[in-house]
């Protein structure tokens, strides 16, 4: 894994739009594999402004998304739908046709698994953004799931939804289960670009990076991957550096 730190997020974000708009300039017909959470907007951001000011191109990309909360309802304000319509696919020139995220809001979910399974078979992404949770989470892969899995329904644990209550009104708000695209979907990705920021973030980091490979830390598998860019900033780089 090739890993590059930056003094704060504002340089983070900036190098990591510059490879995206760089990628998609070049390939206008490229799948990006794209993250929810607060992690990428910045990248999200500049990749907007950069439209506006630059045209960069997005009718013929196509877009999956990691995961979606299951039963909020594609149109609920904090479903990941809302969340990328809001944070970028408003804002550019992507044809909604061409952009997937599971479906979270159907009775039968595991038709919805394998639908998905079936899009990211035909759409593997050229480049995957990915975040990371504060326990090593991928996407919702949470400790403890099997490398091998696909797309699968998941229980959120404690943690993640804490984590993620800030943007509900409470915790209980906070749904409980995701539809979530599996570790081995993740690892199909042609490039892997991982992003963190934040001291939060720095013992996951460190573990990813140097811990023994482990499904108690699921972030830690990307040490098998052939092409894995990790972005992070100071603060999450301190336990490393
Ligand atoms: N499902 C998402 C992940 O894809 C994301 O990477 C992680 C980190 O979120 P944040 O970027 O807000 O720290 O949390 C959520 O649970």
Redesign the pocket.
């Known amino acids: 894994m090739n890993i590059h730190i930056y003094k704060n997020k504002k340089e983070l974000d900036q190098a990591v739009a510059d490879i995206l708009i760089e990628h998609v300039r070049q390939n206008p017909t490229i799948t990006l594999g794209l ?6 907007i910045g990248v999200y951001d500049l990749l907007i402004k950069d439209h506006q000011m630059n045209q960069t191109d997005y009718s013929r990309v196509t877009t999956v998304n ?2 979606e909360y299951v039963k909020i309802g594609k149109n609920h304000p904090e479903s990941y739908f809302s969340f990328m319509k809001k944070n970028l696919f408003d804002h550019i020139n992507i044809q909604m046709d061409q952009v997937h995220l599971p479906d979270g809001e159907t009775d039968d979910l595991d038709q919805a698994c394998e639908a998905y399974n079936l899009v990211l078979s035909q759409h593997i992404p050229d480049i995957q953004i ?4 504060g326990n090593g ?4 892969n949470e400790p403890g799931t099997p490398f091998d899995m696909k797309t699968h329904i998941v229980k959120l644990a404690e943690k ?1 939804r804490k ?2 209550a800030r943007f509900f009104e409470s915790l209980d708000d906070v749904p409980k289960e ?1 539809i ?1 695209m599996g570790i081995q979907n993740i690892m199909d990705a042609r490039k892997i670009i991982l992003m963190a920021s934040g001291a939060n ?1 720095a013992e996951a980091v460190k573990q990813m990076l140097s811990g023994p490979i482990t499904e108690q830390l699921p972030a830690s598998v990307l040490q098998n991957h052939p092409n894995v860019e990790v972005y992070i900033d100071k603060e999450a780089a301190k336990l490393i550096i």
Not at 35 to 40: D, E, I, L, V
Not at 130 to 133: K, N, P
């Open positions: 993250a929810t959470g607060s992690t990428p990691l995961d990915l975040g990371i949770g989470h991928i996407g919702f993640t984590d993620n995701a979530t973030k």
